[in-house]
């Protein structure tokens, strides 16, 4: 399964854990985490790639805490910030993170990857 195995690579990665919260031994809560150098300015970008809780868990901190974990994790990776992306759509997720201190800042432009079918090299003469 696509996600074990990404929980798994996040376990070794060194910039790139993902925290999980556990209760009874269950996952309840689980945010991925990417530290990205900065090429314009000092430090790292400290990115929350995915954060997800049990919705029998939701409203019982385990989303503070996980956020929580990860900017510790950071600032002591030299991060000078920690940025979360949130479709448009999700208000509840906003409301969340604006709780906790974080603000809208700017605009995120996407160009996806056109879906390219293989093509077997050109045979020589």
């Not at 269950?26 to 997800?52: E, K, N, Q």
């Not at 939701?58 to 992306?85: D, M, Q, Y």
Request: charge should be positive.
């Amino acid at each position: 399964m696509q996600v074990e195995r990404r929980i798994t690579n996040g376990l070794t990665a060194v910039d790139s854990p993902v925290f999980v919260a556990e209760s009874a031994l269950r996952v309840v809560g689980l945010l991925s985490f990417h530290c990205i150098p900065l090429f314009h300015a000092d430090g790292s970008l400290g990115r929350i790639t995915s954060m997800v809780v049990a919705p029998a868990w939701r409203g019982r901190g385990i989303g503070r805490l996980l956020v929580a974990v990860a900017e510790e994790f950071a600032w002591t990776r030299g991060c000078s910030r920690v940025e979360v992306t949130s479709g448009d759509h999700r208000s509840d997720a906003h409301a969340f993170y604006e709780q906790i201190g974080y603000q809208l800042d700017c605009r995120r432009f996407i160009k996806y990857a056109r879906k390219v079918h293989a093509v077997a090299p050109p045979q020589g003469p």
